[in-house]
C-alpha cells in the first residue's frame, strides 16, 4: 500500500540553525500539507499546497517557514532560524483528487536546544 | 477560519462499555468531517469520516453522527476494546482544494479490562 514518506525521523539542532524536513507524498496525490503536533497537544495545521504554490497557510506559518516542492517526488519543509519553541512533531500529508482522506507520514520529530 | 472543539478531553471506561466523544465546528461550509486514532508516538489515521450529506454513517464498532444544522457531529464507539485506547482527533474542512483540515484538540480514551 502507498504511503507517505518522511526523513528525517528525528533531528536535534542547535537554536538559530536552518532545518530541512522532507517528505515524498503519495504519488497520485496533488495536495500536500504540514502540520506540527507539539507533544501531548493537537495536531496543528501549517500550510496547503496545490499546483505547486501555498493554498492556504496558518499563522504559525510565519516568515521563519518555508515550502518547495523541488521535483515530481520531494516536498520540502524549511525553518529559516529555529526557535525552542519549534520543537515538535511535525506531519506531513498528502490527499487525492477525489477523496477527502488526508494520509500522514510517519512524521519528523525536531528538538530544538 | 474554521475552529473545531472537541469534548472531553479525557474519557475512561470499562471494556465492554460505549464511549462517546463530541465536537462542534464554526464554519458552516465545512463539508467533510473525519476522525482520526492517533496511538503513542505514531501517524494519526483515518478511523471513518462523514460527509455533509449524510446524517450517520456506521462501520462495525465505530459510528458517526452529523447535525448540520447544529454543526455538531459525533464519535461513538460500542463494545470498547482496551485496543481502543489511543487519543482521537475530530476535525473539519470545506474540502475544496488545497484547503485545511482542521483538527479538534483530541481526546485520550483510555479503557480498562
Known amino acids: 500500500e502507498p504511503e507517505v514518506t518522511q526523513t528525517p525521523s528525528h533531528q536535534v539542532t542547535q537554536m538559530g540553525q536552518e532545518v530541512i524536513l522532507r517528505c515524498v507524498p503519495i504519488?497520485?496525490?496533488?495536495?500536500f500539507y504540514w502540520y506540527r503536533q507539539i507533544l501531548g497537544q493537537k495536531v496543528e495545521f501549517l500550510v496547503s499546497f496545490y499546483n505547486n504554490e501555498i493554498s492556504e497557510k496558518s499563522e504559525i506559518f510565519d516568515d521563519q517557514f518555508s515550502v518547495e516542492r523541488p521535483d515530481g517526488s520531494n516536498f520540502t519543509l524549511k525553518i529559516r532560524s529555529t526557535k525552542l519553541e519549534d520543537s515538535a512533531m511535525y506531519f506531513c500529508?498528502?490527499?487525492?483528487?477525489?477523496?477527502?482522506?488526508?494520509?500522514f507520514g510517519e512524521g519528523s520529530r525536531l528538538t530544538v536546544l | 477560519g474554521e475552529n473545531v472543539e472537541q469534548h472531553p478531553s479525557t474519557l475512561s471506561v470499562q471494556e465492554g462499555d460505549s464511549a462517546v466523544i463530541k465536537c462542534t465546528y464554526s464554519d458552516s461550509a465545512s463539508n467533510y468531517f473525519p476522525w482520526y486514532k492517533q496511538e503513542l508516538g505514531k501517524r494519526p489515521q483515518l478511523i471513518i469520516d462523514?460527509?455533509?450529506?449524510?446524517g450517520e454513517k456506521k462501520d462495525q464498532r465505530i459510528a458517526v453522527t452529523l447535525n448540520k444544522t447544529a454543526k455538531h457531529f459525533s464519535l461513538h464507539i460500542t463494545e470498547t476494546q482496551p485496543e481502543d485506547s489511543a487519543v482521537y482527533f475530530c476535525?473539519?474542512?470545506?474540502?475544496?482544494?488545497?484547503?485545511?483540515?482542521?483538527f479538534g484538540k483530541g481526546t485520550t480514551l483510555s479503557v480498562s479490562s
Open positions: 476535525a473539519a474542512t470545506s474540502n475544496q482544494a488545497g484547503t485545511a483540515l482542521i
Open positions: 462523514i460527509r455533509s450529506n449524510v
Open positions: 504519488s497520485n496525490h496533488l495536495y
Open positions: 500529508a498528502s490527499k487525492g483528487q477525489y477523496t477527502g482522506e488526508l494520509f
